[in-house]
Nanobody, 127 residues
Framework: QAHLVESGGGSVQPGDTLNLSCTASGFTWDDYVIGWFRRARGPGREDVSCISMKDGITYYSDRVKGRFTISRDNAKNTMYLQMNNLKREDTDVYFC????????????????????WGQGTQVTVWP
């Protein structure tokens, strides 16, 4: 069974940078898409960014495009999210999640149900 653990959250000021990490185990890394999500303002989740562990293809939501960078280290089974120029509206609990690769990364990030989730890490941008 897939097991994911996030780390790297914290409290920062607007314009600062945070780096999140997601370490995974229990599944074949290359066959999956790993993503970062945060709580939506309404029902469901808000997709932030996803990456195919097979070929490194990435997707970013419009809210974070140009500010966040997702990357992976297959040797360490770890995925990263570098968050630059953080804004107050980025305040949220960030979760990493995994799903078997079954479509393009954008479709998976925006529409596919991810079955394995970490416990989340809090990011607070204040004041």
């Amino acid at each position: 069974q897939a097991h994911l653990v996030e780390s790297g959250g914290g409290s920062v000021q607007p314009g600062d940078t945070l780096n999140l990490s997601c370490t995974a185990s229990g599944f074949t890394w290359d066959d999956y898409v790993i993503g970062w999500f945060r709580r939506a303002r309404g029902p469901g989740r808000e997709d932030v960014s996803c990456i195919s562990m097979k070929d490194g293809i990435t997707y970013y939501s419009d809210r974070v495009k140009g500010r966040f960078t997702i990357s992976r280290d297959n040797a360490k089974n770890t995925m990263y999210l570098q968050m630059n120029n953080l804004k107050r509206e980025d305040t949220d609990v960030y979760f990493c999640a995994a799903a078997p690769l079954m479509s393009d990364v954008e479709t998976m990030c925006a529409r596919v149900e991810f079955g394995s989730w970490g416990q989340g890490t809090q990011v607070t941008v204040w004041p």
